[in-house]
């Protein structure tokens, strides 16, 4: 069954990562969005979706369609590499806010830039992903129009499930300028919806990313506060990440309660991250098609201590490059060293292997008659051509053990 005819032909393959643009397209009457068993942020068809709104869907989920940056976006001044893609620049950049840059995953370069943009009134509104105000395991996303709104949320890495685009038509609907800070997966739905719904190209002006090591599944973090003997009605904060670089995994309880874990024990390990199935195939993990992408800058993968906090900026267009130059002249973000793809190579090794191996695994899929992923302009078949067969080998028979967890 390589065809997807419904969307439970989504979600039963894996191929669903919880974006929620789905259920914003269709309205709440028609899908929920809601945790599963396996701790994952999954749609559920309330009732049946008419043939021509589930088009629509297919059209435009990450889950089904993965594209490259769009042609009209690509500079003539780009560079561009086998594994990476386009880009303008690339280079160490910061927060100048020494709180932001402290508080946030990395650098807070993303916190950096979505505040040039609300102070300058570049945009009137940011989109973006924040710390349940109840529940703080859990994430959900936010409309924020000024500083206290978009800093005051833990706004920051949510490893766990989060449903970025399940506000999107609402924002759309506003009629006003904004930014979307999000997952690469996400900025694909976006890009692809763009194609059909001219608001978004007259709206959303800024399109901003991490390269994403996977969403971890919900029961990652259950593990968590299970191993403390915490259950998650007794928490007031639930951290991934920073108050410094990387900070560590760090949790209190309302009784003032407080235990936390090292980066590295809890994240160091990639075999027991507990990523989603879709994120073990997904093509394009580097935000290809954002206007910037902001990423962690530790030789070798990863961290060897805590630091000030430095992200890399790839820039992949002229808008993030203007953007860029903006908000550093505004004095909001500074640059440091530029950077050769050789050390995004060196920090990013993991998201070096996957965008090789990512074809045999879709191939690996075809074979047991299981659909995947359909791309364009991500040259993943350039690289699996240049793999040895016995790399390509070992990535298509691996997929077969993952299916099973499906």
């Known amino acids: ?48 979706i008419p043939s021509e709104t589930f088009n629509k869907i297919l059209n435009v989920c990450p889950g089904v369609i993965v594209e490259g940056l769009p042609k009209e976006q690509v ?38 830039l979505s505040l040039y943009l609300l102070e300058s009134k570049k945009v009137k509104f940011i989109l973006h992903t924040v710390t349940h105000p109840e529940k703080p395991m859990r994430s959900v996303s936010k409309l924020s129009y000024k500083k206290e709104e978009l800093l005051n949320s833990n706004s920051c890495s949510r490893y766990g499930p989060a449903s970025p685009l399940d506000k999107f038509y609402e924002a759309l609907n506003l009629n006003e300028s904004f930014a979307f800070v999000g997952k690469p997966c996400d900025i694909s739905a976006i890009r692809q919806l763009s194609k059909t719904d001219e608001r978004v190209n ?32 007794e928490l007031s904060i639930f951290r991934y990440r920073g108050f410094g670089n990387p ?7 309302k009784d003032g309660r407080e235990y936390d874990r090292e980066y590295n024990s809890f994240w160091g390990e990639e075999s ?63 640059k440091g060293e530029e950077l050769k793809i050789e050390d995004i190579n060196d920090f990013q090794p993991h998201q070096v292997n996957k965008k090789k ?20 302009g991500l040259r993943i078949k350039e690289l699996y051509d240049l793999n040895s067969k016995e790399f390509n080998l070992k990535e298509e028979e691996g997929i077969s053990s993952r299916l099973k967890k499906i």
């Open 75 to 112: 500079d003539t001044k780009a560079k561009h590499d086998l594994v990476w893609g386009h880009y303008l620049s690339l280079f160490y950049a910061w927060s100048t806010d020494k709180k932001i840059r402290f508080e946030s995953s990395t650098g807070g370069l993303l916190n950096g």
């Open 247 to 253: 900070g560590k995994m760090y949790i209190k309880t």
């Open 272 to 334: 027991t991250w507990r990523v989603h199935f879709r994120c073990k195939i997904c093509p394009d993990a580097i935000g290809e098609s954002s206007d910037i992408a902001a990423l962690d800058t530790w030789r070798g993968g990863s961290p060897k201590g805590e630091d000030e906090g430095f992200n890399a900026a790839i820039v992949r267009t002229k808008k993030g490059l203007d953007l860029l130059n903006d908000a550093m002249k505004a004095g909001y973000i500074k």
């Open 202 to 233: 007259n709206l959303c002006k800024y399109l901003l990313t991490l390269v994403c090591g996977g969403s971890t599944e919900f029961t990652k973090s259950q593990d968590f506060i299970e191993s403390f003997k915490v259950k998650e009605e």
């Open 357 to 376: 191996a990512v074809y045999a695994r879709h191939k690996g899929m075809r074979q047991k008659n299981i659909p995947t992923i359909n791309t364009n």
């Open 1 to 48: 069954m390589t065809k997807i005819n419904n969307l439970n032909d989504i979600v039963n393959n894996g191929l669903c990562i919880g974006c929620g643009l789905c259920q914003s397209i269709t309205g709440k009457d028609l899908i929920e969005i809601s945790m599963s068993s396996k701790g994952r942020l999954e749609p559920h068809e309330l009732k049946k």
